[in-house]
């Protein structure tokens, strides 16, 4: 799989802390890949463009989205690194729509997507925590003591319209990256309105100047949409109706 999704951990009762991982198959199939300890992932340690290989596992699915396939953690292997502009081609190829994902989804569970986003605004929301913060407060971690989910208590959202006839979307960012970033500035600023303004001008200030594509994935429970990826290589100056 070419993993071009990595979203910040969640918790889970049975495997403590996970990373979402989702990408293209060799055969041009979405695939997610599940559960990834977030331990198990520190010592992969595998990037956005990676190819990597893996085993899947029969011994039942939980996950009832299309996509979905439950996995071997300790069979990973990293591959190589796919170029940039064959990535940029892979994911030009399957723009869709919020609208068409929802559509899908109805119909087969389809819950993975990639969107050429119009930006219109973005602003540090408040996390709608499905888990008690109990939950967050017991997670101990002796590899990254500083890693604190609980700490995340905003995420990044972003308004924005699909390529196509489309009333807007405000829906939460989940890549690692951004959620990373966030965790930084807010460590780093005085005040949470330096870190909003921090935050704001680097993932959307200079965003709106980047070839920027959303990974978009459904909710494992509730099947909402999900920015769990942002992926945003060079801008060649091509017009956004060029992927109408």
Known sequence: MLVLAKAYPEYSKKHNYTICTAGITESGEWRRI?????????????????????????????????????????SIKIMEKEDVESVRGKLRDRITTLENLSSEYKKDKTSLCVIKPRLDDFELRDRDLDKSKRDFLMYQTTIIPTFKPDMFDKLPSYKFRCCG???????????????????????????????????RKKLFEWMRTRDLYFIVGTHFLYGTPLIISIIYPEYHGESLSSFL
């Open 34 to 74: 599940y559960p990834i300890p977030f331990d198990i992932y520190l010592k992969a340690k595998y990037s956005k463009r990676n190819w990597i290989e893996y085993e899947v596992k029969n011994d039942g699915n939980r996950d009832l989205r299309k996509e979905s396939r439950k996995i071997d953690v300790d």
């Open 165 to 199: 006839e489309c009333n807007g979307h405000e829906i939460f960012c989940e890549d690692i990256e951004a959620v990373e970033l966030y965790r930084k500035m807010k460590k780093s600023h005085k005040t949470p309105e330096e870190c909003e303004r921090g935050v």
